[in-house]
């Protein structure tokens, strides 16, 4: 046991005599200080991010485009979005020893997301009973992934089969 201690504080010794080491230590220590309490939320959140980026590839490769490096480009500004105002409500959360605050924001972030998501599935799985459902309502959310007009996208659809 007193070698695991040894060897372990050997290594953290060797990590902080150099400049990279002491940034990312710095970096966790604030991740653990900021996102500790919250930390189902925030994953929730780059959950969501994440499967809307991998449905929306899904989607582009679907209908033959290569819309990879526009779809980075949104996937890390809605991470800097998202997570700065959901770091400034863990900042309030704090105060107010409550995790309200970052529960109540994060709702709507999660269901436009999860909207995002159905829209690109609708486009790679049409004919999918469960998104069926749901084809009315996400018809503007199909139309403007497919760069079509709302009234063509059954069309669009019938031909992305």
């Known amino acids: 046991m007193t070698q695991i201690i040894i060897k372990t504080l050997t290594k953290l010794g060797a990590i902080l005599q150099t400049v ?7 970096g966790l220590f604030l991740a653990e ?12 959140v780059l959950i969501a991010i994440l499967l809307d980026a991998v449905w929306g590839i899904s989607a582009s ?21 998202y ?6 409500l863990i900042q309030v959360d704090k105060v107010a020893s409550t995790t309200l605050c970052t529960t109540v924001v994060s709702i709507p972030i999660l269901v436009c997301e999860i ?8 486009i790679v799985k049409p004919d999918m009973p469960f998104l069926r ?12 992934k497919l760069g079509v007009a709302p009234e063509e996208v059954e ?4 031909a992305n089969k």
């Open 20 to 26: 990279q080491g002491w940034v990312i230590a710095l």
């Open 33 to 44: 200080y900021f996102f500790a309490d919250h930390a189902i939320v925030v994953k929730a």
């Open 61 to 81: 490769i679907k209908q033959g485009k290569f819309a990879l490096s526009e779809l980075m480009r949104q996937t890390v500004a809605k991470i800097a979005i």
């Open 83 to 88: 997570g700065s105002a959901l770091a400034a």
């Open 115 to 122: 909207w995002s998501m159905a829209g690109s599935m609708l």
């Open 133 to 144: 459902l749901f084809k009315t309502v996400l018809k503007g959310e199909i139309a403007n």
């Open 155 to 158: 069309e669009a659809l019938n």
